[in-house]
């Protein structure tokens, strides 16, 4: 899987108080009425990115490094890289993966208010939950008031659906507005009341709770590992607790009524083997016990993967170009943290960390370095100006030494007058990246700088990061089309645990422009604030910008079949059959190429060797 990406909190689902229609009985929701002269839309002409040549069935067999810390999709630990899974659920819309126009999902068709506020939508009728149960307007409603509630610990929810999203109307089962919380500009009005129902019949609380919110008071406790029902392809079928997680594939689904679902989730069922080493994982996938591998990294594609597996065509390798957006990320320093509050030692170690020599002499240059902290690919919201830092010793022992480390130790590390060494520790969460942190650690000695090697795995790693306990944290965050600052800065989350403000940094002109931005409905003043924001994070020095990877680079057994156009814009993988994390789903498993390829591995039978690149989003 894709290294370091942890999910990000931005994610369009609901908020605020409710309607009288929300609030007043069924009859009394009957009586709200659409206004007229609504301008319908459901764009039933966008291109189709799936292959009519893919066909239904097969296991497709996957992994995960480190077993989950809960299945809500909120809540305390719901934050982490299995995310991707349980988030998995549709919202009202989707969108093109090329074109990036909105597209039908839940809800069949919508209309657009002239307030800059409201967006109508029809719920499809056939909508149902992977356990039959019908999607209504009462599921939306219904994560509203989930959503707001202080039962289920999770500021970043409590505040995003109590403040973006003012009300939705209902007006019948199937008809409903939302309103967001303030006028919007078109490009962004969409992302935000674009919203995902949550099943209201599986958390409905038979008994009474203190604060009699209808959600339990216990939330958190009661559904830890209780995997809700979903309206997508793959519901959870079973866990086998620390080992493995099993989907399968819902029966008869609803949504391949619609054009743009169809073809696509191809596989029956989906099994996530735990296997907690990249390594060991990647010697279960060339024994055929894995379908496919990411080979994001340079030692696999041009080392590993090599060989008589890949010479005699059994496995094939694709590495497809995207230009999706980059999310924040690189090494994320605590300032809570004692002398990493000194904004003299963040400057010192934005110089004394490597990472251009990383790329170049360990990861071949395959991957680019990121200018800004808080990523690129969001057009006029960027800073183009902001740049990432040099590498630079001797700038970094100035800074150091203007800090009070004008010592230097025994050991070459720089101590300051009290007999603190300059060392500090870098969390991160896979193996696969120790010599990344080691050939780090080997450069800053170069500036008098110790960093040591806290590897934590998987989940508990982003758990620790979460609960503000690292000093450097080397991680990155998954992407959006429109940048987000309140959950990475406000003073709101500073010195919170799980909450995503990973630098414990904030700043009174820093809370007053993210409001600001926050707020804003005109698109030129909007992206100003939006530069002016990452200018003061730049300044702050609270992110050492790290690096990217613009594409999808997989090996997969030739049972595995892709679509005659490999890859879209936001194709980040091309293998995962949830259809999140940037993929679309649109593979399917050959089985008689499966008993075929079997039967020429015992013969001996060579097919011709296939690696393709596709350079279309380069």
């Known amino acids: 899987m894709k290294s370091l990406v942890k999910i990000s909190r931005w994610a369009p689902l609901l908020s605020l108080g409710f309607s009288l229609a929300v609030l007043l009985s069924a009859n009394s929701i009957q009586a709200a009425q659409l206004p007229e002269g609504l301008t319908w839309q459901s764009n039933p002409n966008e291109p189709i990115f799936a292959s009519s040549d893919a066909t239904f069935g097969g296991t497709y067999h996957t992994f995960i490094d480190s077993f989950p810390q809960t299945f809500r999709t909120v809540g305390p630990d719901s934050n982490g890289g299995f995310a991707a899974w349980t988030r998995s659920s549709l919202g009202l819309l989707d969108r093109h ?40 307007a009462k599921d939306f409603t219904f994560m509203m008031k989930m959503m707001r509630s202080k039962d289920i610990v999770d500021p970043w929810s409590n505040d995003f659906y109590t403040k973006e999203v003012s009300e939705i109307i209902v007006y019948d089962d199937h008809t409903i507005a939302v309103v967001s919380g303030k006028q ?56 086998d607790k620390g080992k493995a997680v099993t989907f399968r594939h819902v029966k008869d689904w609803w949504g391949y009524d619609n054009k743009y679902y169809q073809h696509r989730f191809n596989v029956e069922k989906i099994n996530i083997k735990v296997i907690r080493d990249q390594d060991i994982a990647f010697k279960y996938f060339e024994k055929g016990q894995l379908d496919s591998f990411a080979l994001l990294r340079p030692a696999l594609w041009h080392e590993k993967a090599t060989g008589e597996l890949y010479d005699k065509g059994y496995i094939h390798k694709a590495w497809a170009f995207n230009q999706a957006p980059v999310g ?111 050939y780090l650690r080997e450069q800053a000695k170069l500036a008098g700088l110790d960093l040591t090697l806290n590897l934590i795995d998987g989940s508990s790693m982003f758990k620790y990061v ?30 919170k645990p799980q909450t995503n403000n990973f630098t414990n940094y904030s700043s009174p002109e820093l809370d007053n422009l ?72 649109t593979f399917w ?14 013969a001996g039978k060579a097919f011709e060797p296939v690696t393709l690149v596709d350079e279309k989003y380069k």
């Open 184 to 239: 919007r500009n078109p490009d962004e009005l969409m992302d935000y009341v674009n919203l995902q129902p949550r099943p209201a019949h599986f958390y409905e609380n038979p008994k009474k709770d203190a604060n009699d919110d209808g959600i339990a008071d216990d939330f958190v406790r009661r559904y830890n590992f209780k995997a809700e029902p979903t309206a997508g392809p793959y519901y959870i079928d079973d866990i």
């Open 466 to 495: 979460l609960e503000k306990k690292h000093q450097l944290s080397f991680h990155d965050m998954s992407n959006s089309k429109i940048p987000v600052y309140w959950q990475y800065f406000s003073s709101e989350n500073a010195n």
């Open 589 to 602: 498993i050959d089985e008689k190429a499966k008993q075929e390829t079997k039967e020429a591995m015992k």
């Open 97 to 136: 993966p090329n074109t990036d126009k909105w597209l039908p999902s839940i809800a069949s068709s919508w209309a657009l208010g002239d307030d800059h506020k409201t967006v109508y939508f029809k719920i499809d009728p056939n909508a149902k939950w992977s356990d039959g149960v019908p999607i209504t």
């Open 514 to 585: 993210i409001d600001a931005y926050r707020v804003e409905f005109d698109l030129t003043k909007k992206h100003q604030l939006s530069r002016q924001i990452q200018t003061l994070i730049n300044e702050a020095n609270v992110i050492v910008p790290g690096y990217m990877v613009p594409y999808a680079r997989e090996g997969y057994w030739r049972w595995m079949k892709l679509p005659k156009d490999i890859a879209t814009k936001q194709t980040e993988f091309l293998f995962n059959a949830n259809g999140f994390m940037g993929t679309m789903s």
């Open 328 to 438: 924040a990320g690189g090494i994320w320093i605590n300032t809570a943290m004692p002398l990493l509050g000194d904004i003299n030692i963040r400057r010192g170690l934005e110089h004394a960390i490597d990472y251009d020599g990383m790329i170049e002499k360990l990861l071949r240059n395959d991957y680019v370095r990121k200018p800004n902290p808080m990523g690129i690919g969001h057009g006029d919201y960027d800073d183009p100006d902001i740049k990432a830092p040099d590498f630079d010793p001797k700038l970094a022992v100035s800074f150091f030494e203007k800090a009070g480390f004008t010592q230097i130790g025994p050991d070459g590390i720089r101590q300051n007058g009290k007999g603190q060494r300059l060392s500090f520790a870098v969390t991160y969460a896979t193996p696969a990246h120790t010599s990344r942190i080691a």
